[in-house]
């Protein structure tokens, strides 16, 4: 950390304070955030904090970056899609040509444009190669035929990063990236906003595609065939993301639970007093020690590009079911108050568990580890 990077970590604090939190309970109940969110954290800076000034973002680090998904975490806000808004921003920068990147970039960053990417389907999840979804050429463009599940930010989406098949027989150099603007787009269609256990604020959508046309020059990078490899080149970005998120969870399931067990009493002494609990609270301490120095060296690896496929896989896999773990026993010594909603533990536990499968199953990231022993 560096004061600048304190002084944008308050900026971010106060935006969250004042434009999130106030918000949480109406945006779960109509599942979706304010469009008007979107504009405002656009104009604070924060959307895309780690894309270069010369393509309209805020020109900082990923560390900038890790910032905003840390705050929004210690808020205890799932709705406002902001990591798969940056993850769609990396792969029209690092992917994209010179005139997508400027032409998308900017709408991005000011929050006029509301990013997606459409990866899974009804019948192929982790398994990208499955999907079935086809974007055939037809003179000046492609005809994009097919459906999409479990789609974040879906409901108000205007940019869609389409994952298809624009050669069905060519297995995985058949895939292409194909960006889709939703506005006024013929064919084109919202589904409804998935019923989850948890992250009720978030949009997450099933998506319908008949005879959507797209121009050829919406090809991701221009050149069709490499959708596949473009995947697996940002998948790092997105799994190391959810490995910060993750951490912060950890963090903040630790300080509410110890507050609460300060407070809470039961045979006449604060729970915190009872041997038990105070060696659950320091076993979690050390594994919220040890997750943060590993996340922070995961950090530099980014902001230094030396991030890979393999330690992000670790990030995803290993800090995701340690979330899980820490708040299931952090629940535990809530007792019956944990199983409330409102009480933000009950919250935390509902929201945890899609860490294990989206941005790829965690039984996917041990096979990539597995790959490389």
């Known amino acids: 950390m560096t004061p600048e990077l304190d002084s944008f970590r ?164 058949g895939i292409s990236l194909l960006l889709v603007e939703t506005r006024d787009c013929p064919g084109y269609r919202v589904g409804r906003i998935l019923e989850k256990i948890g992250q009720k604020g978030q949009d997450t959508c099933e998506l319908f595609f008949d005879d959507v046309r797209v121009p050829t020059d919406r090809v991701l990078g221009g050149t069709e065939g490499k959708g596949f490899s473009q995947l697996m080149t940002e998948l790092p970005y997105e799994r190391t993301i959810l490995g910060v998120a993750g951490v912060a969870a950890i963090e903040r399931a630790l300080r509410l639970t110890i507050e609460h067990t300060r407070e809470r009493k039961a045979f006449g002494q604060a729970l915190i007093e009872m041997q038990n609990t105070r060696f659950v609270l320091a076993e979690i301490k050390t594994e919220a020690t040890i997750a943060r120095t590993f996340i922070d060296r995961c950090i530099v690896d980014m902001m230094e590009g030396r991030m890979d496929t393999e330690l992000a896989s670790m990030a995803k896999y290993w800090i995701s079911d340690l979330q899980c773990k820490v708040i299931d026993q952090c629940l535990q010594l809530f007792g019956g108050y944990g199983y409330m909603m409102e009480y933000p533990i009950a919250q935390m536990y509902v929201d945890a568990r899609v860490q294990r499968i989206y941005g790829g199953a965690n039984e996917i990231m041990k096979e990539i580890i597995a790959r490389n022993l």
């Open 10 to 173: 308050d900026a971010v604090r106060r935006f969250v304070d004042a434009e999130v939190i106030p918000h949480q309970d109406r945006w779960k109940k109509q599942q979706h955030v304010d469009r008007e969110v979107w504009h405002k954290a656009g104009a604070m800076g924060m959307l895309l904090a780690d894309i270069p000034e010369e393509y309209g973002g805020s020109g900082g680090s990923f560390a900038h970056q890790a910032i905003v998904f840390e705050e929004l975490t210690y808020a205890g806000d799932m709705a406002l899609g902001i990591h798969v808004h940056a993850i769609v921003a990396h792969y029209i920068l690092n992917q994209g040509t010179e005139e997508q990147k400027h032409y998308y970039l900017p709408r991005l960053a000011s929050g006029e444009m509301v990013a997606a990417i459409a990866m899974s389907e009804p019948g192929a999840g982790s398994d990208l190669k499955g999907i079935r979804t086809s974007a055939l050429r037809r003179d000046d463009s492609y005809v994009i035929n097919g459906s999409k599940t479990f789609i974040s930010n879906g409901y108000l989406a205007d940019l869609v990063v389409v994952v298809t098949k624009t050669d069905p027989d060519a297995g995985a150099k």
